[in-house]
């Protein structure tokens, strides 16, 4: 069953239907819920209240894509998520395990086709880009995951977060600026590619 | 370093080149400032950079299925009703009660036609004998001495009696038991009912025998037929009013029961169907 069916009938209310656009889209809900939260636990409960949220919802899509609907309810979610969260006190950006300890390596992240080395260092480079994406201001940040992660174009972001385009421009541009800022810090981490461009400035 | 004095401008203007996001005119200009600044160039490769780092960013799987289930639905969408399980054994001890009416009904009506059919063919027959001789008082009067043997002799049959010697012993006897009767058809309401036509047949033929022995006066046949006719009168009414109440107390009953049923059923219906 295509896309468009299944959205017919979870529409009519059939939660299997519905259920396997879920299964279709979870991953990419759930990054965009982690990349822009930082947080596995709040990244789930986000992604989860997501697609609670678009089966209410379900009504006011008018077609286009789907993928940017739901990408559109996951931002709102992580939004609604994260000043749920500022009340409570801050908790660490790494992953923990059940004694709060925090796990060195995050197995759940890591590509097993990799060597220890190499998923060593792939796991720390993406906690320094996480790290870094973390310091963005909550609308920079969700703009630059939504282009640079997710890979959306300028018009659907600005659909998405209901800017104009020129703000989504210009967040970008500054969110990309404070991201390459921040990746310095983390420059021995970085692919040899990268570091060149820095060694030449 | 090199970057610091770029405007913001500029920097909206390559992070937009690099994503191919600028006219064709403003991308053919900055081209050309590409070429020529270093500065401008050394900003975009930063930028360029810092985009393809976040590209690098591995594709994470979801930790679990965040498939939906009816209960995240339900219990998010709405508070459950209160009144659903409420509505729900209302309607459902309302349709027994009325299940429950209509079968008693059914049964007690089935039986109450029983006791009539078995009723009717006893009460005839006492009904025929007691206008046959009604028709025939006069006759039978006039065979007065033949029916004082018979009288007697089914009076010396009956234990409990003395033999009558005198007519003003026969009417006082008379009297007496026409009496008794009376009370006790009265006293007993059931007593009217039809199991005991015949007993009531037997007294009476035996009154109309002792009757018949005596040389009674027309007053007192007159009061004896009176009382009969009355005694049969309470028995023909003691069974209609308890068929009256009936009528009354059971069908509302069991219009109320139903509708209360129906409603009740229906209330349930639509509060569960606005749950979901």
Redesign the interface.
Known sequence: MDEVALIQSARQGD?TA??RL??TY??M???QA??VIGE?DAA?DA??EA??SA??KLHTFRGGSFRGWLLRIVTNACYDELRRRKRKPVTALEPQNKDGEEIESAR??V?PNLSPEERVQ?VE??QA??NC?NALPLDFRTV??L???QGM??AQVAEIVKKPLGTV??R???A??R??LC?QKFREL??MA?RL??E?? | ???ENIS?RD??H???YL?N?LSAKESDRLSARLKTDKKLL?AF??????????????????????????E??GA??RKPSRLYPAFRLASVLTSFLFVFIMVGDFFSSGALTMQKDLAAPAMAPAAEVYEEESLEAEPIMGDAQLDVEDGLSEVDSAPEREPYTSAEEGIVSEEIASEKTTEEMVGEPNAAMPESPAPLADTETQERELISTTPMDTTSEVENQTDIAEIDHQGEQTTPILEASGILWLPLLKIIMGAAAVVTTIAAFTLRKRER
């Open positions: 939660l519905f259920n879920v299964l979870q991953d809900v759930y990054n982690y990349r596995t789930e992604a989860q697609f609670i089966y209410r759940w992240m590509d792939q480079l993406e880009i996480q994406l630059a995951v282009i640079d992660v174009d300028y421009k210009s970008l541009a500054r990309r600026r991201m390459q990746l970085l692919p990268f461009s820095e030449d400035s | 370093m090199m970057t913001r920097w909206e390559l992070s937009a994503d996001q050394t490769e930063e930028l360029q950079m810092a985009r393809n780092t976040m590209n690098q960013l591995p594709y994470l799987r979801a930790p679990r299925n965040f498939t939906v289930t009816p995240m639905i998010r969408k």
